[in-house]
């Protein structure tokens, strides 16, 4: 999912598409369900101005694998000392990441 930022001359709003819009601000809901080709067209037309904000992604911190996008980011944490993972409750590494791809992926 990628968030495109649009401003015009009396607003600012935002959309989110993955090769047609599924979510946009209201001033912009008639946009929902296009494709990329038909809004990219429109916002030249209209003379405004888009921009992607941020595409989403997985970083990996010392003990969490951290989804990142442009509408939150959700922590998948992890342990490799098997004793503090019985204590704690917390998955391997290669667990959370596993999480944090199929979390990404349902984005």
């Known amino acids: 999912m990628i968030l495109v930022r649009i401003v015009a001359p009396h607003f ?3 959309l989110e598409t993955n090769s047609a819009v599924r979510r946009a601000a209201s001033i912009l809901h008639y946009v ?3 494709p990329d080709d038909r809004v990219r067209a429109y916002v030249k037309e209209q003379a405004w101005k888009a921009s992607v904000v941020a595409d989403p992604q997985i970083i990996q911190h ?3 694998f951290e989804v990142r996008w ?3 980011r959700r922590f998948f944490y992890f342990d490799d000392n098997s004793g503090r993972r019985a204590v704690t409750g917390r998955i391997t590494r290669e667990a959370a990441f596993a999480a944090a791809q199929a979390f990404l992926a349902d984005l």
């Open 12 to 14: 600012v709003a935002g």
């Open 62 to 64: 010392e003990e969490s």
């Open 70 to 72: 442009p509408g939150g």
């Open 32 to 34: 929902v369900g296009w």
